[in-house]
Every structure is written in C-alpha cells, then in structure tokens.
Nanobody
Framework: QVQLVESGGGLVQPGGSLRLSCAAS????????VGWFRRAPGKEREGIAY???????DSIDAAKGRFTASRGNVRKIVYLQLNNLSSEDTAIYYC???????????????????WGQGIQVTVSS
C-alpha cells in the first residue's frame, strides 16, 4: 500500500522557518510529481507549491519568496521550505504525488493519486 508521510512540522514563532519533508513507501518519488497543499482552520485546502519530477518547481504568488519546494540529492524525498512564517500560515500541510502533473495543473487536487495524512504547522508566539 502506497503511503506518503510528511514530517518536520510543529510550533514555530512568527518570522521563523520550518522545513517539511515528504517521503513515500512502495512508490519512488523521483518518478512522481509532488504537490504541497495546506488546509488552514475554517478554510478549504489550497495548493501552495509543486516539485516536478523533472526538476522545475513552483509556488502560488502569495508564497513566492517564502515557500520553496525542492528535492533531495537522490530525489526520493521532497521538501517544502517555509520561511518568514506568520500566524496566517497555521494549517495542516499535505504532500501529494501524481503521475503526470504538468506545471499548469499543479494546484488541481484531482491530478494527484496519493496523499499524505498531513502534518500540523502552528505559527504562534
């Protein structure tokens, strides 16, 4: 059974940083496109960043310069670097893997076949 597991979340002060990781069992993430999503309290889940298996990455305009998706040297783990966090970034963060998620589609949830359980990120002083 395919499983995606997020790690690296927790409590951070405003202005702080976190790096989330996404690892998979059964599938090899180096052959999959990976999206990062989040669900803030009282809001719908939204796409925030993307890492193509071919290398390019992207993020929503509101996250550019703060959130960056990347891959490790062996590309089996996908990271989401979160910088300059504010209370508005408090949410459950999810990674998702899709077989052929073109850059133009990356924030469409239906493009992803597998999802992690999510990990809590809380930004508070």
């Amino acid at each position: 059974q395919v499983q995606l597991v997020e790690s690296g979340g927790g409590l951070v002060q405003p202005g702080g940083s976190l790096r989330l990781s996404c690892a998979a069992s059964v599938i090899r993430l180096e052959y999959w496109d990976v999206g990062w999503f989040r669900r803030a309290p009282g809001k719908e889940r939204e796409g925030i960043a993307y890492s193509s298996r071919f290398g390019p990455s992207d993020s929503i305009d509101a996250a550019k310069g703060r959130f960056t998706a990347s891959r490790g040297n062996v590309r089996k783990i996908v990271y989401l670097q979160l910088n300059n966090l504010s209370s508005e970034d408090t949410a459950i963060y999810y990674c998702a893997a899709g077989g052929q998620v073109r850059p133009a589609w990356w924030n469409e949830e239906s493009r992803y076949a597998y999802w992690g359980q999510g990990i809590q990120v809380t930004v508070s002083s």
